[in-house]
């Protein structure tokens, strides 16, 4: 390729800074990159979109791989790819969706924080149906079509705002998505331990290889779990997160403070997990003797004998070939009593949702989590300063009186200092606060009944019986993680 037709070429290249104004707009970042909130330049519509920037330079295979879902996928409630942008100055890779306004981790924390300023407002029933459906019917899609999603949390659900596409949900972010085959493979040995640790399934920290859409489940199941509580139900220290062991003592400990510790006959194959001699080693049974979902959820006003809870139980299932699959999770009683869901999540809600914030280069919340964790270790650290000062002051004063004779009390002391000592280190940085979550009342809209899938010879073909819904228009490939401060911190993946 000579050097006048690589001029030619790059000229005729449309540049992305040329065509959208986005400096200064960025309102979150995905699995690989940043995402902004941009605009035509030459005004021929005023339609907002997202730009993804992925980090790095040229295209990785990661990005290779998001790229390919993304055009093969077409599917209402999942994030479709309207164009790619490759900058030849730069080699930046831009990926262009249509701008979703809202997702459910700042729709949720709305909510918690209504609970925190003591005007505390669900999420109506209604629209928490309407969205796991819609959940639930985008990823019916993909497993059908052999793909894992891998990183499903709240974040990585958009909902769209006003528009034609108003309150419909959009499954984004596919930076970890796999396709998969049946009979299933394991993972490749160097693919990243996958699924943020609050929705991260047991068998996953159990350290099982040939895991299955049922992780999926799992993570809708605490999404689900989320959306009628406005917490997270698994929440747990994030600590140690760069380490490549899939075990994780804190995240399954509180499992099972929630749920109860598996019986045999409830997870016949724990016993084959890779982790299971761990588990053996650090857990007993009858820590969590007095756990169990039904009391959690009891404690939140959720009746066990309702269809809401027993749904919940099927996705919260610890035995991964027990719990519920997509398709049979979409024909369940409890979206067939009224009310039924919806294609607008927000039909009837009179709920003034904020906006997306723009972001500094760090954002917020992070820096905000940084600068509280920093001062919590320097009072621990001071505290624990003067506790042993104090201590040695009082060692020397036993030790002074055990040379005027008062017997081994200096030494008892001196014993009772150096315990505290290594109590000290090891209890290593505090803990940091769980943070902690408004409403709506969700009625009319086209009713959704559940999807029906034909598969082409590329197992990507769909046809949807949405009532309203034609084939969408192409929308955004990002999580937004923008942060504001809340009560929770967005959860670290690896």
Known sequence: MDYEFKSKLSAERERVEDLFEYEGCKVGRG???HVYKAKRKDGKDEKEYALKQIEGTGISMSACREIALLRALKHPNVIALQKVFLSHSDRKVWLLFDYAEHDLWHIIKFHRASKANKKPMQLPRSMVKSLLYQILDGIHYLHANW???????PANILVMGEGPERGRVKIADMGFARLFNS??????????????FWYRAPELLLGARHYTKAIDIWAIGCI???????????????????????????????????MGFPADKDWEDIRKMPEYPTLQKDFRRTTYANSSLIKYMEKHKVKPDS????????LLTMDPTKRITSEQALQDLYFQEDPLPTSDVFAGCQIPYPKREFLNEEEPEEKADKNQQTQNQHQQQAANQQQTAAQQQQVQQQNSSQTNGTGGAGAATAAALQHSQDSSLNAGPPNKKPRMGPSAANSGGPSLMPSEYQHSSSRLGYQSNIQGASQPQNTMGYSSTSQQSSQYHQPHRY
Request: proline share 7%; charged share 25%; aromatic share 8%.
């Open 31 to 33: 699995t690989y990159g």
């Open 307 to 314: 269809k809401v809870f027993l749904l919940l139980q099927k």
């Open 224 to 258: 689900f779990a989320e959306l009628l509580t406005s917490e997270p139900i698994f929440h747990c220290r994030q600590e140690d997160i760069k380490t490549s062991n899939p075990f994780h003592h804190d995240q399954l400990d509180r499992i099972f403070s929630v």
């Open 147 to 153: 793909v894992l999603h891998r990183d499903l949390k």
């Open 183 to 196: 009979p299933l493979k394991p993972l490749a040995d160097l693919d990243p331990v996958v699924v943020t």
